[in-house]
C-alpha cells in the first residue's frame, strides 16, 4: 500500500476519514476481507450492484437472480461486484402512495453511490417509481452507472381470456362494480391477474420507464422488454454487468448520455407507445438532476407529429410478452428513426443509430404498426392549459373517449380523496353521466404524495346502468395501466391555491383537447372571492420526519415533484421551444 496507490478507483475510492488516509485504506480491507475477499479481488475495479429485492415487492421477486447474473458478467470481464441494499418500492404496499417515496429512495441511491467505493454501478429496479429514483440519484452521484430492469411479467388465464396486471385488474373491477360479476367470479380472476414476478405485463408506468430509459441511452439496447423469467432477461442482465465493467474503464458518467437531445428521443418514445402519464413526471425529474428543463409545449408539438405505434394495452390490445416477441424497442425506433437524434450516445459507448442498425432485421408482427399506418394518429399524451390548469395538465388521449375529447359538463366537486371514498357510490349522489366529477387536494402536497387517484372510480349508480366513462379531473396521477378520458396533473395543485381549489360543484367546466385547453367558465369575480376563503389542507404528521421534508420542500408536477434543493439551476431546455 504505497503512498502512490489510485485513490480515484476501486478499494481506494472515497476513503472514510480518520485523518490517515493509509490507515483507512488498511481498515477497510481489513472489514472486507472478513467476508472472505483476496488481495487480487480486492486490487480490481469494483461494480456496484444496487440490490432492490424486497418480500413486499412481487415486480422485484426475480432480482436474486439478476444480482447473480450481472455478477457474472462483471467477473467475466475481470472486475469485482458488490451489491448493496438500498429502498424497495412496489405501488401497492406503499402508504400513502409509492410517489411519496421516489424521492427518499433517489436520496438513498445518490448517497450510497457516493459514500461506498464503486467505479460504475448496475441499477436494478422495476416497479413503477424505481427506475426513476436510481437514475435521479445517479445523474446526482455522476458514477458510471447503468439501467437493469426485471422485466414484465407473463400474462395469466382466466377461463380462457388472457388477463395480465394490471389494466385487466381495473377492467375486471369496473365490471365487478358495475355488477356484471359476482364475488366467487372477481375472486378467481384475482389469482390470475399477476401469475409470477416482474412487472405489470402491460404499457403501464413500468414498461413505459423501461421502455423510455432504453431509448435515452442508459440501458442496453434490447433491455426493456424481456419477461421477467425468461432466460433472455439472465442473458441482458449477465451482458449489462460487463457493460459496467466498460463504463468504469471509459468513465462514461450519465451526464454525457442523459443530455438534452437524449431527454427528446425519451420524449418521442413516450408518446410513441402509448406510455404512462407518469412517465412525463419522471423524465421531468431526471432531467431536473442535470440542469435540464423539460417544456410541456414542446412536448405536445412533438405530440402532434408523432403517432402511437404501439397495440399494447391499455391504448390497445396486447401484452409486454407480445412486444418482446416482435423485436422490443428496437422495432419501435426502426420506425421512429427520422424523429430521433441519431448521434445520442448511449451506454456501450455507440450511438443510438448504430444500435438500431446494429438491432436483428425485422421480422413480420402485428404488435408495433409503421408510421404510415399507425394505432392511433397522433401522440399518446396532450398537454392543455387554460384558467384551470395556467402551468398545464396531461390527458392520455389515446386511452380516452374520443367522444368526450370534447365536452362540456357540470363539476362534481369532490374536496378530498376522503371525500370521493365516502361519497362517489352514494346512491343520492346527484350526478349525471355527462357531468364532470373534480378531485380536489391529491396533488404533491394535497395528499401529500400525488396518488393514483385520479382514475376515479365511474359512480356505482352510474356504471349499473351501463356508463363506461365519464370526463374527471385533478390534481392527481393515473396508473399507466388505466384508461378513460382523465385530465391529470392539474398545476399549480388544489394545495397551492391553484384554480382547481376554486371549483364548485354546479360550475360548468369546458374541456377541448383538439385545441388543448380546459376552462372553467365562472367569472373572475366569483373566483376572486373563492380565493380570498381559500385555506390550505393540513396533514397530521407534518411537523416532523420525512413528511415535513416533503411537504416544506416537494415542487410541482411541471418540475417533476422533486425537492427543490436537490435540483440544479436550470442550464438548458428540452425540446427546444423553437
Known sequence: MSSGDDTSRGMRKGLTSYGDARFSLFLRKAFIKGMGYSDDALDRPIIGIANTASGYNACHANVPDLVEAVK?????????????????????????????????????????VRA????????????????????????SANVPAIQLVTGPMLTGSHRGERVGACTDCRRFWARYRAGEIDDAEISEVNDQLVPGAGTCGVMGTASTMAMVVEALGMMLPGGAAAPAV???????????????????????????????????????????????????????????????????????????????????????????????????????LRELRDCLHLDCLTVTGRALGEEIEAAPKP???????????PVYPTGGMAVLRGNLAPRGAIIKQSAASESLLAHKGRAIVFSSIEDLTARIDDPDLDV?????????????????????????????????????????????????????????????????????ALVRTGDIIELDVPNRRIELLVEGA?????????????????????????????????????????????????????
Request: aromatic share 4%; hydrophobic share 40%; with cysteine.
Open 526 to 578: 366569483v373566483l376572486a372571492k373563492r380565493r380570498s376563503e381559500f385555506t390550505p389542507p393540513s396533514h397530521t404528521g407534518s411537523d416532523r420526519g420525512y413528511k415535513k421534508l416533503f411537504l416544506d420542500t416537494v415542487l410541482q408536477a411541471d418540475r417533476g415533484c422533486d425537492f427543490d434543493f436537490l435540483v440544479p439551476e436550470s442550464v438548458g431546455v428540452t425540446p427546444d421551444r423553437s
Open 72 to 112: 457474472r458478467g462483471i467477473m467475466l470481464s475481470g472486475a469485482l461486484p458488490i451489491d448493496f441494499p438500498t429502498i424497495s418500492i412496489h405501488e401497492s404496499f406503499a402508504h400513502p402512495t409509492s410517489m411519496f417515496l421516489r424521492n427518499l429512495m433517489a436520496m438513498d441511491t445518490e448517497e450510497l
Open 230 to 332: 425468461s432466460a433472455d432477461r439472465r442473458r441482458i442482465a449477465e451482458a449489462t454487468g460487463a457493460c459496467a465493467v466498460r463504463l468504469a474503464a471509459e468513465k462514461l458518467t450519465p451526464d454525457r448520455i442523459m443530455t438534452a437531445k437524449a431527454f427528446e428521443n425519451a420524449l418521442t418514445v413516450l408518446l410513441a407507445i402509448g406510455g404512462s402519464t407518469n412517465g412525463i413526471v419522471h423524465l421531468t425529474a431526471m432531467a431536473g438532476r442535470l440542469g435540464l428543463e423539460l417544456d410541456l409545449d414542446g412536448f405536445d408539438r412533438i405530440g402532434r407529429q408523432v403517432p402511437v405505434l404501439v397495440d399494447l394495452k391499455p391504448s390497445g390490445q396486447h401484452y409486454m410478452e407480445d412486444l418482446h416477441d416482435a423485436g422490443g424497442l428496437p422495432t419501435v
Open 116 to 139: 461506498q467505493p464503486m467505479d460504475a454501478v448496475v441499477l436494478i429496479g422495476g416497479c413503477d417509481k424505481t427506475v426513476p429514483a436510481q437514475l435521479m440519484g445517479a445523474a
Open 363 to 373: 421480422w413480420k408482427q402485428e404488435i408495433v404498426a409503421p408510421l404510415s399506418k
Open 432 to 500: 349525471r353521466p355527462d357531468d364532470i366529477l373534480v378531485l380536489q387536494n391529491a396533488g404533491p402536497k394535497g395528499a401529500p404524495g400525488m396518488p393514483e387517484a385520479g382514475y376515479m372510480p365511474i359512480p356505482r349508480k352510474l356504471a349499473a346502468q351501463g356508463v363506461k366513462d365519464m370526463v374527471r379531473i385533478s390534481d392527481a396521477r393515473m396508473s399507466g395501466t388505466a384508461s378513460g378520458t382523465i385530465v391529470l396533473h392539474i398545476t399549480p395543485e388544489s394545495a397551492e391555491g391553484g384554480p382547481l
